[in-house]
């Protein structure tokens, strides 16, 4: 059985245009890449062949929204998983300034088998999880019966990172919400020992490793993957950015027993997202 990838996306000209993305093809060494220096776009088909390559078997490609309209559409995401229906799952985005629009949106596009869940990115918006406009979202995610997915820790990004710390954003959020599944992309670095705090606390919190080749993966990370974080970790690449046989390079290094393997790369991630 091959890995699941919890955070992927297929970027249109919109996303990759933005300014902020600038930083991350830097660091990728992505930048200037393609014909007259524009870097080329995936194509559901290009992620496909990148999953075949890494041994996934399916991807979640994310919506992206953001104040000033959507990056990647619901629309689009949807046009992208009936282009590779048995291989791509889709997490909705929504308009949090538009809270009712915002719900009824989850009420029709997400069914928990195209679109699994719903992620809203904090430093898109500079808007903390805390904050009330998310709050109508988190109610139709438990009515929906799918996973929240954010990002935590440190912004790539030349934006604030101060929206993906975990407490005391995060937390008012598990505390008002204990029935919310929630999964908080990028690992959470550098506020691993919130992290570790967290899923102690509140059983529904969950963590993945996208934006993280595996031996870039900080140490206390990799000690919580072996202990409390077994049953609450899952593989992410943040495709395109990394790939997935690039993300997967350092897996051996990792240490990991085959239940601690088997529950990173797909099991625990079937769970959360009924897969």
């Known amino acids: 059985m091959g890995a699941i990838d919890v955070w992927a996306q297929i970027t249109t000209r919109r996303m990759a245009d933005q300014l902020w993305m600038r930083t991350l093809l830097r660091w990728t060494g992505q930048e200037g ?35 000033a309209g959507d990056l990647i559409s619901n629309d689009e995401v949807e046009a992208q998983i009936e282009a590779a229906p048995t291989r791509l799952r889709g997490l909705a985005c929504v308009d949090l300034n538009n809270p009712m629009e915002a719900v009824r949106e989850i009420r029709r596009r997400v069914d928990g088998k195209r679109f699994v869940g719903v992620r809203i990115v904090p430093w898109v918006w500079d808007l903390p999880p805390n904050d009330r406009r998310y709050y109508p979202v ?40 204990p029935e919310l599944v929630l999964v908080g992309g990028h690992v959470g670095f550098p506020w691993l020992d ?3 705090t967290l899923t102690i606390k509140f059983p529904n919190f969950h963590v993945d490793t996208s934006a993280y080749a595996l031996h870039r993966l900080p140490p206390d990370f990799v000690a919580w993957m072996k202990g409390v974080g077994r049953s609450r970790v899952m593989f992410g690449t943040n495709w395109p ?11 051996a290094g990792l240490g990991l027993s085959e239940a601690q393997s088997d529950a990173f790369l797909s099991g625990n991630a079937r769970r959360v997202f009924g897969l």
């Not at 950015?241 to 897996?251: D, F, I, R, V």
């Open 33 to 67: 890449s393609g014909q007259d220096g524009e870097r080329p776009l995936p194509t559901p088909q290009s992620t496909v062949a990148a999953m075949d390559a890494g041994g996934v078997d399916i991807s979640l490609v994310s919506a992206w929204s953001s104040p």
């Open 138 to 177: 988190y109610a139709a995610c438990i009515e929906a019966g799918v996973p929240f997915c954010t990002q935590i820790g440190h912004t790539g990004p030349l934006k604030r990172s101060d929206t993906g710390r975990l407490i005391p954003y995060l937390e008012d959020v598990l505390l008002d919400f």
């Open 194 to 196: 919130e992290l570790t």
């Open 241 to 251: 950015m990394l790939s997935p046989a690039k993300c997967l390079e350092g897996l």
